[in-house]
Every structure is written in C-alpha cells, then in structure tokens.
Nanobody, 123 residues
Framework: QVQPVESGGGSVQAGGSLRLSCAASGRLFSTYAMGWFRQAPGKGRELVAAIGWIESNVDYAEEGKDRFTISRDNRKDTVYLQMNDLQPEDTAVYYC????????????????WGQGTQVTVSS
C-alpha cells in the first residue's frame, strides 16, 4: 500500500499558478494510478486529473483540461499537478489518491488518500 502526502497548496490571485506535489511512501509506487481530486465548500469531491501506472495514460476533467498538467516521477515516488491560470472557482481542498494500476474516475475507486492541501484563488 501507499500513503499519499500532499504539499504545495496556498493562496494566489486569479491568473496565477501553483504546483501541487504528492509524495506517496510505500512499496511499488510505480504500479499505482494516482488521482488528484478537489472538494470545494458545500460540494462533493471530484476528480481533477489522473495518471495511470503507465505514465502516458492521463486524463483530465473538463474544467482543467487546458490549464492543469499531471505528471509523475517514479524515482521520487511523487506525482505532481501543475495548475495554471487559476480562477476563484478552483478554490478547494485538493486531495491526492492512489489505486492499483489503471485510472478510475470515482472517489470510491481509490483506496488510499492524503489529508488534502488548501488552494485559495482570489479575484
């Protein structure tokens, strides 16, 4: 199993950028698909981006498709989410999650979760 730990959140103005990191300690990180989810106040948790155990297999929610980039470095057991042109509607707690092998899109399909990192975007 792996234990994700997020970092890199913070406060930015609209149009700014942040890079979130998720260090996933544990064995066989390279065999896990990793997902970035977010949860805004009063809303459900939703997938933002995911990357499979095969690095070329990535997918994005429509909201972030042109602004966010997910990547992984298996040598460092870390997955990243580069977020550009952030907007106030991107304000949320961002969570990193892991599951074996292939990308899935629903919260319950991921087995291991981090504690989340807050992203706040002001207008």
């Amino acid at each position: 199993q792996v234990q994700p730990v997020e970092s890199g959140g913070g406060s930015v103005q609209a149009g700014g950028s942040l890079r979130l990191s998720c260090a996933a300690s544990g064995r066989l990180f390279s065999t896990y698909a990793m997902g970035w989810f977010r949860q805004a106040p009063g809303k459900g948790r939703e997938l933002v981006a995911a990357i499979g155990w095969i690095e070329s297999n990535v997918d994005y929610a429509e909201e972030g498709k042109d602004r966010f980039t997910i990547s992984r470095d298996n040598r460092k057991d870390t997955v990243y989410l580069q977020m550009n042109d952030l907007q106030p509607e991107d304000t949320a707690v961002y969570y990193c999650a892991a599951r074996r092998r292939d990308i899935r899109y629903r919260v319950w399909e991921y087995n291991y979760w981090g504690q989340g990192t807050q992203v706040t975007v002001s207008s």
